[in-house]
């Protein structure tokens, strides 16, 4: 690609910083001239700064922004001579042949998609085994899992829980047979209840 130098905005007043990316640009610095012209161009908005924004991403191979900046650079620019538009239409066929270039080789350079994973063969049903009979599992390895501890009964499946409750039902039966006067001392009846002698006498 021939180097044309970056064009210089038209006006009276140079801004130094437009030299400054002028000279990046001749330079190879594309990145810098860039960063410049872009500020340039945010700043007073004139299409030559579009142009030169479009030739840095030419050399940076970027092909998309190129195109995109050219195209904005003829939409935009009042004066554009024959010349020069045939000139920007030619960046544009370049980049468009650099952009379907750099897809071919994406596309050369993409691993090709792994097969897919064989499908796992099906495991035979094993008959249904009581758990108390059934042989302890055994690894791949070799090492056979360790049979586990019979599980514990509940509370109150064991012998403790219906001795404490015997003996706290046999002790609510006696308090409410006292409290009721069943157990009084002969001749001594509480009063309001009639009481029955158990020696015999009456």
């Not at 030559?48 to 050219?70: S, V």
């Not at 650099?98 to 993409?110: D, G, I, M, P, V």
């Not at 897919?116 to 791949?140: H, N």
């Amino acid at each position: 690609m021939p180097m044309v130098p970056a064009h210089a905005a038209p006006g009276k007043s140079k801004d130094k910083r437009e030299i400054k990316a002028r000279e990046a640009f001749a330079e190879g610095r594309y990145e810098d001239a860039l960063d410049i012209f872009a500020k340039l161009y945010a700043e007073k908005l004139h299409p030559t700064y579009l142009r030169n924004i479009g030739r840095c991403y030419q050399n940076l191979k970027m092909p998309d922004k190129a195109i995109n900046a050219f195209r904005d650079y003829l939409r935009q620019g009042k004066d554009i001579t024959v010349a020069e538009k045939n000139e920007i239409e030619g960046y544009i066929a370049e980049m468009e042949s650099l952009k379907k270039r750099q897809e071919e080789e994406a596309a050369a350079k993409a691993p090709p998609a792994p097969p897919p994973p064989p499908a796992p063969l099906p495991v035979p049903a094993a008959p249904p085994q009581d758990e108390k009979t059934a042989p302890p599992a055994v690894d791949f390895a070799g090492k056979p899992e360790p049979a586990r501890p019979e599980p514990e009964p509940p509370f109150y499946k064991k012998g403790w829980f219906w001795s404490v409750v015997g003996v706290a039902v046999v002790a609510g039966v006696l308090g409410g047979l006292y409290a009721g006067g069943v157990f009084s001392p002969a001749g001594q009846c509480p009063s309001g209840t009639t009481c029955k002698d158990l020696g015999g006498s009456q």
